[in-house]
């Protein structure tokens, strides 16, 4: 009994439910067809006991009632309320309570459900513990909320003519699966009490504080898995704090995974890693059994924390020693858990060590099923008996019955209440058409030019409710030998896949479309009242073609009736997979010969009646209800689509009440007319003698087909009426069961295993009850056809008879082309299959049907599937149907709004993955779907064998949608891969699913000592050296060894030389200072610093100054008295909390004993803000010098030294880490003589500098050089480029400068500020064609995209495209390169420095370290530009980081530089010396072992390139790739972060700023998010996507974030570390987070 719960709990609906049980026609021949149906008295048993919750749910409510605020919104019960209004004679008829015990006799449960509960019962054993997305609560209410969005009216609806918009289901209501509380009726309010009242049960348990903690989180949004809803954020949270507590549980585990994780990247990673440490309470912790969960200490404060602490996070340290900090934290060590679990069994894998890394080729499983029958014979159907009075052709048909039977019925049409509206006679039917028919030819255009002659194609565009417009329009054309081409009314100018319909229409040649009085009325119009072209769609002449609106065609005219020919009769528009629309053209005998084919097997006779409820303009519906119902003179009654809607059970009423003898359904009506159907006493289906199944070749019509005659069999219904068809718009009808005579035997069905039908092998299932496929036949093969199955791939060859292939057809009676599109017509129409021996079988073409089946015993065939819906994942292939069935046997209608689910599959690394996209029920909690998603990941990897790549929930109602209301699939993809899906909840399971990654690499050794070394070679490679040029003659100012005595010699020289300028944001001159000034007031300052602070020589002082001249004089006045300076960034008044703590740390390692400051900033250190982010009373004293003391200091301080320090500089590096290193006047002297000789500076020069002044480069710009080289330096504050943009530029232009230096963040401010102002620029007179240098500083790879952008935007203004140029430096050495690109005043007296190169090498070599040239646009190639040219005094060599070994040309390695302005050790508390010696002082491990290097740090290389310098040497390039320490180590690999960042940043526009870092193993890639919150989950697969194409790399957290959220240094390059220490902290306030398993 347990296994058997499960299935489609379609059942217990609320009373008004069933109003709509029928709504959504198309729309729900997905959940229908796949065998949703052990309904109603399952209904009452599940919700005693039921495998799939066993208890969970009581345990669950007890211990997770507390958090569950039952939000206002989300009542079950808004469903009904919202739900469009009913027209009352129906409602009434279907509001009766549902009767529990109404019948005793269970409908027979699907075999698949019981499967499904079967396999996720196996699962449950080994829990999976899947951490929760965490999600901010605005997103959480949004996708619940969506779904109650009024009616769309854009859709019209029927009364207008519409088409079958379907207007009222865009609102309405989820009714259909309104789970009713218990085994009653009831209303689904019983459902909420229960919850509620469980919820205050538990809050009594627990007390109330736990509830306050979530109530409040929901409304504070700071920290990320406690703010997320009520639910969401109760769920998670709960998930990670049972986590929290059992973190120490695997602390020996803990410890080997984290210290050691360098050394175990060797090991070979394809076998799962080893699991030995690894207890498995957590996985049973988190299934919450028994364990009470109290909210962690910590989940209650953090909401209290507003601020985001970035750099000193606090860490919680667990028992191992392992920083893990909050629930984020816990989160990921569950995700690592889970994946450590083994999931497959590790795969051959290849990896050859020549770049090339082979991905993984799926090795064929020796095991696998194969075919082992003998070659299969094709089938041949009955002869085409010809009866003798058959018409010649179908028009003579119509002129028959129109002429000797006027008054026969033929069409019989319903209005929405399911009263006869009309009566359409053969009589009327003829002369209509005759009537439609003269019109075409002689009413359009005019005489001499007719608009449309017979051949020519004519659209009709007619709604669902009007079939006796159509069938008149239709055989209109026939008569007048034009070819109609019917399609959809298009409902709104850009409807789901109308475009592609245009294009059809235009490749046709359309140029007239025929549509009815009250169509055309409701279709969209312009302001002066014409139709507007819809989108993609030729330029149409709308004609109305109903008979009051026609001219009488002459007495004399009549149509010209010919016998059927080869001529086109009608186009079938066919949707392809991708979306693409073709049109199948059928030729006037194939269209002839279809219905007699028909005729024939379903026993047509004349005047027999059949109710279609199918569309008629396509299809099964067009064939039956139209084509040969005329052909037979049968009477239709056509249900339309509004009406199945009202009342599913309409058809069955009218096949009552006329006595119809044949009905044409689809396996929904079935369905949908269960659900619907009450004991109606006067139910008598006795007269039916067949019952057409539409869409029987779908496998998963069965249980429909099953389930309505187990309940109608007592009604009348026969068991052998039920006829399933095969179909396709190629091949027509390509098989149907004909109806049986009565006591036959029923046919047979097939139970196949899913395992052998993914190999594409037919085995009846024995031993896996679990994986198979129930298949109904579809009858035998058409009269007068030959049929056959052929590989679905390559050559035709037949199959094998127990292989399953795509069945053939060979009769007149198909499609016949493409319409214009000749190669694709030749593999679909002209197929010839071959025999094992290359033979072909048969001399007459095939035509491929598109279905997947075979050919089973006594000729009967049998479908498996469909080419469309086939997905080859790994070599196996799966159908999408099988896939929905499956998803939807998972608790179906309790969570699937109206099963509407889409599946397909995407390529992402040379292999196909499969998407899963749902649309959840609008009253569902986060719980809920997370649950599900889970749960359906289990059922499809336990009943197929394949994982789910990503599964995606949506709001209901959301998923574009097919003309009647099925999900348009090739839509639902786009939008998915255009990341515009906007899900609710996504779920990426990448680490399962993708196991063709290359093999992780191991290491190879590296040249040794021992190898060979003559001179400067390496094994067979140049060394990688360089130098820049010597520093030369001594000139008379370079004759002083210290900067003080510079200063001096200068104030006495040239006392009114200006040295400084600084601008204002209005490009105004600030202030200015001249040498003489800058030493009258350094020297004040030495005397203030005597007297006040009385400071001794050496004492270090801190400089907190804005940037600015003051910043100049301190420094110089603490050089003049003997005191070490320290420039300090001051604290940013709007961001005291996190900027403060930074100044006070710098301070306090420095071993400043005084601050020197100005007097606003001096206020500001010690305020009440400051005194909440650090310790104000531990400053030390601090001295503002806004007023300086008049008198002199009694002597200046003759420093005698060179070797001491002169300055200390302070940085914090890109990884968070705070470094000084110590300047000594050597240092500082050689450097400044250096930068003077490469940019050739001397007094006449003016600089302009926009930097910031406290560290690095910058800071020598801005403080030193001017002194130094006596040029003037125009200082520009950066942060005044935020008020004024264009500041830089315009006084670059306005003093004529010809170097200017700036930072990459100072260039993006310029290119975004200033991005479309050029023009104005201009216009203001800005000229920037002066600029021979402008070198953006920086400590980085450079940003080539940044600069090119620059380069190309600015040259409108005069900048050369060679004037842009990088530096680079780093910690030890403060500048290695700057590039000054001389452009000499004219071309040929060149120039001192070459061109900037740029060289693109292959990314994935970079990976192993390796550099490899490649072609520019090749795949996978990066460009990189080099970063300046050496400066002098400078060597370079690239040294292997690991042995210390000197690298060769072109090889990746550290960069290690030898120059006199090297810094002389890092300036620490702690005295680190082994790290000091190591980065000061390193020697080569072989070679040249006597220089001394310093190691930067920085991965690089160098190259030789064509070009020499103004001394004729050959140019050495040197390429930064980038910091060593920032480098991810993964899968043995060395990434980059900026590398995967530009690929993120380029998947979307939406994503502004991305940051990547590891975290245990795991890739965690951060994103920010410029757009609406609505966006933030359509990033997670496409984030996911392109690091896994680009990298080889599967992400395992994706978190989206506001825009500022990644943290940025003034340099502007990112803090990921900080970035990485708040995302543990859970300080981020992330949109959403999602953990990809």
Sequence with gaps: METKRLAGRLVGHSDGDVVEAGRDREELEWSTSYGLTDLRQEYKESSKSDITQKGYEKKRSKLIGAFFPQTPGMDPAMGQEKRTPVTPSSSSRYHRRRSSGSRDERYRSDVHTEAVQAALAKHKERKMAVPMPSKRRSLVVQSSMDAYTPPDTSSGSEGEGQGDGDGDEEGGGDGEEEDGGGGGGGTSSSREGSISMEHWISRAIHGTSSTTTTTTSSTASSSSSSTRSGGSGAAGGRLADVLAQHVHISAQHHLRHHHHHRHRKTENHSAPPDVTGYTNSTANATSTDGIQVERAPGAGTATQRQTPKYGNAELMETGDGVPVSSRVSAKIQQLVNTLKRPKRPPLREFFVDDFEELLEVQQPDPNQPKAEGAQMAAMRG???????NWPPSLEAALQRWGTISPKAPCLTTMDTNGKPLYVLTYGKLWSRSVKVAYNLLHKLGTKQEPLVKPGDRVALVFPNNDPAAFITAFYGCLLAEIVPVPIEVPLTRKDAGSQQIGFLLGSCGVTVALTSDACHKGLPKGPTGEIPQFKGWPKLLWFVAESKHLSKPPRDWFPHIKDANQDTAYIEYKTCKDGSVLGVTVMRIAMLTHCQALTQSC????????????????????????LTSVMNMMHVI???????????????????????????????????????????RDVNLSSLRMLVVADGSNPWSISSCDAFLNVFQTKGLKPEVICPCASSPEA???????????????????????????????????????SVLTLQDVGSVMPGALMCAVRPEGVPQLCKTDEIGELCVCTVATGTSYYGLTGMTKNTFEVFPVSNNGTPISEFPFTRTGLLGFIGPAGLIFVAGKMDGLMVVGGRRHNADDIVATALAVEPMKFVYRGRIAVFSITVLHDERIVVVAEQRPDSTEEDSFQWMSRVLQAIDGIHQVGVYCLALVPSNTLPKTPLGGIHL??????????????????????TCVTNLPKPRQKQPEIGPASVMVGNLVSGKRIAQASGRDLGQIEDNDQFLFLSEVLQWRAQTTPDHVLYTLLNSKGTIASSLTCVQLHKRAEKIAGMLGERGHLQDGDHVALVYPPGVDLIVAFYGCLYAGCVPITVRPPHPQNIATTLPTVKMIVEVSRSVCVMTTQLISKLLRSKEASAAVDVRTWPPVMDTDDLPKKKPPLLYKPSNPDTLAYLDFSVSTTGMLAGVKMSHTATSAFCRSIKLQCELYPSREVAICLDPYCGLGFVLWCLCSVYSGHQSILIPP?????????????????????????????ELCTKGLGLQTDSLKARGVDLSRVRTCVVVAEERPRISLTQSFSKLFKDLGLHPRAVSTSFGCRVNLAICLQPHRLGKLADQGTSGPDPTTVFVDMRALRHDRVRLVERGSPHSLPLMESGKILPGVRIIIANPETKGPMGESHLGEIWVHSGHNASGYFTVYGDEALQSDHFNSRLSFGDTQTIWARTGYLGFLRRTELTDASGERHDALYVVGALEEAMELRGMRYHPIDIETSVIRTHKSITECAVFTWTNLLVVVVELDGSEQEALDLVPLVTNVVLEEHYLIVGVVVVVDIGVIPINSRGEKQRMHLRDGFLADQLDPIYVAYNM
Aim: charged share 20%.
């Design 970 to 991: 090739s839509e639902t993809k786009q939008l998915f891969l255009e990341g515009a899906l906007h899900p609710c909840n996504v779920l990426m399971c990448p680490h």
């Design 732 to 770: 027509l009808t390509v098989a149907i069961r004909r109806p049986l005579e009565e006591g036959t035997t029923p046919p047979g069905r097939g139970v196949l295993s899913m395992q052998g039908l993914s190999h594409g092998v037919i085995r009846v299932d024995s031993e896996e009850k679990l």
């Design 603 to 626: 026993s047509y006779t004349e005047a027999e009646t059949i109710v279609n409820v199918l569309d008629f303009k396509k299809d099964v519906g067009l064939w039956h209800a139209v």
């Design 382 to 388: 009955e002869q085409l008996g010809v009866v003798t």
């Design 638 to 680: 056509s249900i339309p689509y509004a009406l199945m809607k009202v009342n599913p059970l309409s058809w069955i009423q009218k096949v009552c009440q006329y006595k119809a003898k044949v009905a044409c359904v689809k396996s929904r009506d079935m369905h949908w007319a269960l659900v619907a159907h009450r004991d109606q």
């Design 1279 to 1307: 942060s005044e480029l935020e008020v004024n943009p264009s500041l830089w530029l315009s006084a670059v232009s306005q003093y004529k400068v010809r170097d200017t230096f700036c930072s990459y963040s100072v260039m």
